[in-house]
């Protein structure tokens, strides 16, 4: 059974930068993709971006492009996004979420990760 | 970008009763459509994809349908377990995906 783990919840300042991890186990990969989904406090699903690791090359949202970057490190199958210049608006739950084959939505979410930005 | 609008916000419903939900897409998204359901404190899980096809574990009283642009998920018989928020979700252009803004399933 595919597990995904986050890492922990983070606090941060206005205009600093904030890096969540996602640890995959439990299968093997080949065709898979990866995004990033966020949740604002009592809101909807976002989605921010997403990466085919065999292809290495990310997309995003518009409304994230120039701010966001999205890994993975397939040696330690591990996820990062990375996103950059945080405003108060960016509190939210982030989840990565694996999608197990070509053209197939997610199907594995992580746990999720608070991020809140506070001054 | 597609965007995605699910109608109602809120649907009351007593237990017992069947829920239809609604969802529209901007443009056509074939039949890469999936519902999600969400829970207060949990991720989002997957219920439909492919506009019809229920996903691992997912009892039969759910079910979707549509294609193009209007889908539906309809949930047969509601029990206690089933109030909570449903999303729908295009990845007609994977890995690029969008939301619906959610679908509030309310005990009447």
């Known amino acids: 059974q595919v597990q995904l783990v986050q890492s922990g919840p983070e606090v941060k300042r206005p205009g600093s930068s904030v890096k969540v991890s996602c640890k995959a186990s439990?299968?093997?990969?080949?065709?898979?993709?990866v995004s990033w989904v966020r949740q604002a406090p009592g809101q909807g699903l976002e989605w921010m971006g997403g990466i085919i690791p065999i292809f290495t090359t990310a997309t995003y949202a518009q409304n994230f492009q120039g701010r966001v970057a999205i890994s993975t490190d397939e040696s330690t199958s591990t996820d990062y996004m990375e996103l950059r210049s945080l405003r108060s608006d960016d509190t939210a739950v982030y989840y990565c979420t694996y999608s197990l084959y070509s053209g197939s939505p997610p199907d594995y979410w992580g746990q999720g990760t608070l991020v809140t930005v506070s001054s | 970008e597609i965007v995605m609008t699910q109608s109602p916000a809120t649907l009351s419903v007593s237990p017992g009763e069947r829920a239809t939900l609604s969802c529209r897409a901007s443009?056509?998204?074939?039949?890469?459509l999936a519902w999600y359901q969400q829970k207060p404190g949990q991720a989002p899980r997957l219920l439909i994809y492919?506009?019809?096809t229920r996903a691992t574990g997912i009892p039969a009283r759910f079910s979707g349908s549509g294609s193009g642009t209007e889908f539906t998920l309809t949930i047969s018989s509601l029990q206690s377990e089933d109030f909570a928020v449903y999303y729908c979700q295009q990845y007609n252009n994977w890995p690029s995906f969008t939301f619906g803004q959610g679908t509030k399933l309310e005990i009447k």
């Open positions: 492919g506009a019809s």
């Open positions: 443009q056509s998204v074939s039949s890469t």
């Open positions: 439990g299968g093997t990969f080949s065709s898979y993709a």
